[in-house]
């Protein structure tokens, strides 16, 4: 959290003002600078380095914006593997009436460009003009995580320090970046979700745009995401006629939610995916992935009610419950409960137990097969949670019946049975004795 002056100090400014002359701060108070919004949009355009920016040049000057009064909050959300802060910027009142537009930058180590356009952003928005910034946050709040991969770009590659794709660890959670870039999204909660990256096709001048393909996705949400790839396409298109869609055919892979575009759609954000190829000239990579960040800002600042009504509509789904599935039951003796519950929970639900022997009627996930008596303690995971839809795919990612995931456990053998009809549980998120 940003803090101006601690609450103590206040306090002791006050008391000791009354002394009169001669207090601790005497005639020396020291005088306070008015923040200078120094920069302009060719600021932007003209400092595009030629050649990718370090991992801790970027963090170092990242905690430079934390001096401008427009930062609402710059926090060190997390760490890599190898103990790099991991920076979160935050710009905006986060007036819940307003959406949020949220990028993230390089998940993908050896593909570095997005973090110096993400770097550059966050700039643009902590020390341009209030004549060029004022207007926009108006209309929405902004956040940017600047480097999700730092390891990944000191080393040169596409994975964590683990080796691990993080655009593959969305639904398991495994690594502690991935787990950050979940908290940070719940954390911001936005209505628009970029997820900067870039791609072979060597000698290809190309900028691609992706759109959600998982099927789950609120209608809404996917109509959003549409409109807005369009959109980030024209922009691009206008200033240099190759933008285009990215159409992987619709196959497992590409609709698998350990994948962020997709995984953040169904957790309710309109989502997009940039690509740029990496053949080009650095500069114009990070050119190109800031002219698409700023198209996004800007179709969101002309239409905020439109990209925060489709959020809305997947959140508030949630909040009225699943008339079909009322809640997930499963026995702590299954042996895949613990990481089940160690998923949910860290995709943050709520699970729960049955304080009783109350019968429900329910089927089994899988084979359909009806069952009703459930002793006192077997787990509870409510449906009627913000999120549902994310949550019936965590439940199939877990269990053996993982048609459309390519990433999920397969050996996993979960039993899980759907409530019908509503289910009395108490909330206990340390049921079946899970920390
Ligand atoms: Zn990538
Ligand atoms: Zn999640």
Redo the contacts with the bound molecule.
Sequence with gaps: MKTTVPVSLIFFIITTGCIGPGGFFGDDEPEIIPFEFDLTLDDLWNDIPLNQTSASDIINMTYEFDKSPRVTNLTEIGYSINNQPLLLVEFGDYDPAVPTVYFVAA??GN?PASVDSAYLLARHFARASPEEIDPILEKINLAVFVMVNPDGRDNGT?GNSNGTDL?RDHMKLLEPEGKVMHEAFHKVHPSVTVDM???GGVGTIIFQVAAPQNPATHQDVLAASYVLESDVIEAINEEWGFGSVTNYPPTTSSQDSSIHRNHFAVHGSVSLLF?SAVSEEYSERVRLQSWAALAVIDEVADDPDYYLGARQSSDEEGQEGNDIVHAYLIECSDPATTETLRILMDHGFDVGYKPDEESVTSIHYETFLPRSVFPNGTVVIPMDQIGWRVLGELMEYTSTKDQHYTNSPKERGQDAWRALEPVNYEIDNNVCNID
């Design positions: 998940q993908h593909e596409r655009n990256h870039e791609f690509e």
